[in-house]
């Protein structure tokens, strides 16, 4: 029992170190990232489910996944904005897409539709923190899939769902990932004006800056 509680924390002290890199490459915008986010997201789903948090777990299962899509996204984004600061279209550092009106609507839709949907899963599955482990798996979900499409309002998703998960980890006794996640949310605050400030709209005939 004493070797199965020594790896948990070690795993909780490993996400830690590799989320650290992983959140301030994000605010710098390097792809880098995604590397440390598959990483973390492996060592933070066996982490949550050992708490038997079962949507969390499940949650930094889509991050891998969606880490290899990042970076396949990124990388393109990432060659078009070059390719516009070399014609002198831009000197931003940090490539933007708008946010539709398409894209809010239906993120609104999932977000209360799935969480309502995650909420009475996570009861038959007798998760320990059922509501709220619904609701911060459902917007970090979407703040991620925001997240690839380089949406510069993924940081104020990103800001409510650290909050509570900084929450969450503290009543569940993990105290090191509540470290992390205090730490994305303050990381998230300084990314949203980051971002704002040194990014350029890629997704228009001629870039924007913010």
Request: one cysteine or more; charged letters at 15%; aromatic letters at 14%.
């Amino acid at each position: 029992m004493e070797n199965t509680f020594d790896l948990i924390k070690a795993i909780e002290i490993f996400a830690l170190v590799t989320g650290i890199p992983y959140m301030v490459l994000e605010v710098m915008q390097k792809k880098t990232m995604w590397y440390f986010g598959l990483a973390t997201g492996a060592a933070c789903a066996y982490s949550f489910g050992v708490q038997h948090l079962w949507a969390s777990m499940g949650l930094n299962i889509y991050y891998v996944f969606m880490s290899l899509w990042g970076l396949y996204r990124w990388h393109k984004d990432e060659q078009r904005l070059r390719e516009e600061r070399d014609k002198g279209l831009t000197d931003a550092t940090i490539h933007l897409a708008r946010l539709d009106r398409r894209t809010l609507l239906t993120t609104i839709a999932v977000f209360v539709a799935g969480t309502a949907l995650l909420i009475g899963l996570l009861h038959l599955l007798h998760d320990s923190e059922s509501s709220m482990d619904a609701t911060v798996t459902v917007m970090s979900a979407l703040a991620m899939w925001w997240l690839g499409k380089a949406h510069p309002q993924h940081w104020l998703i990103w800001i409510v769902a650290d909050t509570l998960l900084t929450v969450l980890c503290l009543s569940q006794g993990m105290y090191w990932m509540a470290g992390l996640y205090l730490f994305y949310t303050v990381a998230a605050v300084y990314g949203y004006f980051h971002w704002r400030r040194n990014g350029a709209y890629i997704d228009l005939a001629e870039p924007e800056k913010n």
